[in-house]
C-alpha cells in the first residue's frame, strides 16, 4: 500500500536518490515543490520590474547591455522554472493565472522600489547575492527537475551579483554625491534582503518537512547567517556602513551577530502591502495583456505547421 510506497521512497532520498517525474511520490511532496518552484518562477519573473525601470536611464552604454543581458537572464530562469514545474502535472497556464489574480506569492523583496541608479547595484549585489545563498544548495535538492534547472540558475545569478558589485565599487569610489548614493541603497536594501530567507526557523512552518524530503538542504536562518557572514566584508571593501547598530563580529560563534528583523514588515509586504505590491501586479497584468498577440500569433503558427504536416 502507500506506506510502503512511502517507506521506499523516503529511503531513496535517504540514499541521496534523485527524484525524477515518472517516479511515485506522496501527494504532500508533489504539492510542496509545485508551491516553491512556482512562487521561485514568479519571483524571477516579478523581478525583471524593478530592474526594468532603470533600462533606459542607464548610465553607459556598457552598463545598459549588461543590464539588459542580466533581465533576459531572469526571463530565462522564470521559463526553466515553470518547465521544471510542470513536471509535476501542473499546467503553465494554471500558474501564470494564480500570479496575475494575485493568489501566489513571489519574493517579498521585489515589493521595493528602485528609486536610483545605485538600487541596480544594490540589487545585484545583496538580491543576487542573497538568491544565489539560497539557490547553491537548491542544486542538491531531491527533485531531479528543479536541481538541475539550479545549476545554470546559479551560474547566471553569479555574473548578477558581480556585476551589482561592480556598480557600488564604482560608485563608492567615486565622488561624494556617488557615495553617498550607494550607502543610501544600503541602507534600503539591507533589511528586505535578509527577509529573502523567509522567517525565522522556529516561525517556519514548511521547513522540518522540506529538509526531510531534502527539498530545502540548508535552514532559513542558517543561510541567512552565511549571508551576513559574506556581505559584511564585502561592505567594509566598499568603505559602506551596514544600517544596523546592533552587527558585530563575535569572536566566540565565529559569525556576525545582527539585528532583530522587522517581521512586521515582512508581514504586511506578504500580505499585499508593501511600497509597490500594488504597482507591480498592475505592470505584470499589463505586460501579460500586450504580449497576448505573440502567444496567439505562435499559437495559430504551430496549429498550421500541424496541419500541414498532417496534410
Ligand atoms: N517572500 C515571500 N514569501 C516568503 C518569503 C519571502 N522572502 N519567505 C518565506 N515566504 C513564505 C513562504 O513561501 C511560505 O508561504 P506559503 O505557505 O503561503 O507558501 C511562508 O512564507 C512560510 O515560510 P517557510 O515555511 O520558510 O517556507 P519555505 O519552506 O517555502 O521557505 C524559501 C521559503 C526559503 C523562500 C523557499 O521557498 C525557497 O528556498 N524558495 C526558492 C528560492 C526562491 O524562491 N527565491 C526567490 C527570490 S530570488 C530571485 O528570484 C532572484
Excluded at 13 to 30: C, N, S, T, V
Excluded at 186 to 204: A, I, Q, V
Excluded at 237 to 263: K, Q, V
Aim: hydrophobic content about 35%.
Amino acid at each position: 500500500g502507500d506506506s510502503e510506497l512511502e517507506r521506499r521512497f523516503q529511503a531513496k532520498i535517504d540514499a541521496d536518490e534523485k527524484i525524477e517525474p515518472k517516479d511515485w511520490m506522496p501527494e504532500g511532496y508533489r504539492k510542496t515543490l509545485v508551491r516553491q518552484i512556482s512562487q521561485h518562477a514568479h519571483s524571477e519573473v516579478v523581478g525583471m520590474l524593478p530592474e526594468g525601470n532603470w533600462i533606459t536611464r542607464a548610465p553607459s552604454l556598457r552598463r545598459k547591455a549588461a543590464l539588459l543581458a542580466k533581465i533576459q537572464d531572469e526571463a530565462g530562469h522564470g521559463l526553466y522554472l515553470y518547465s521544471a514545474c510542470e513536471t509535476l502535472n501542473v499546467s503553465r497556464q494554471e500558474l501564470v493565472d494564480q500570479l496575475l489574480e494575485g493568489k501566489a506569492k513571489y519574493s517579498s523583496i521585489f515589493n521595493y522600489p528602485s528609486t536610483t541608479w545605485a538600487d541596480i547595484g544594490a540589487i545585484g549585489w545583496l538580491v543576487d547575492g542573497a538568491a544565489i545563498m539560497n539557490q547553491v544548495p537548491l542544486q542538491r535538492c531531491s527533485y531531479g527537475p528543479y536541481s538541475r534547472a539550479m545549476i545554470r540558475i546559479c551560474k547566471e545569478e553569479s555574473f548578477h551579483q558581480r556585476q551589482g558589485y561592480e556598480i557600488m565599487l564604482t560608485l563608492a569610489r567615486g565622488t561624494a554625491a556617488q557615495k553617498r548614493m550607494a550607502q543610501d541603497a544600503l541602507n534600503r536594501w539591507w533589511w528586505p534582503s535578509l527577509m529573502m530567507f523567509g522567517p525565522n526557523d522556529k516561525d517556519s512552518p514548511h521547513s522540518a518537512q522540506s529538509m526531510r524530503w531534502k527539498i530545502k538542504r540548508v535552514s532559513n536562518d542558517e543561510l541567512r547567517q552565511k549571508f551576513v557572514d559574506v556581505t559584511v566584508p564585502q561592505a567594509d571593501f566598499l568603505g559602506l556602513t551596514m544600517p544596523d547598530p546592533a552587527l558585530r563580529w563575535n569572536a566566540g560563534s565565529g559569525h556576525y551577530d545582527f539585528g532583530e528583523i522587522d517581521w512586521e514588515e515582512f508581514k504586511q509586504v506578504l500580505q499585499g502591502n508593501g511600497p509597490c505590491n500594488r504597482e507591480r501586479m498592475r505592470d505584470r497584468n499589463r505586460a501579460h495583456e500586450r504580449g497576448r498577440w505573440v502567444r496567439e500569433a505562435a499559437l495559430a503558427h504551430a496549429e498550421k505547421r500541424r496541419a500541414r504536416a498532417a496534410a
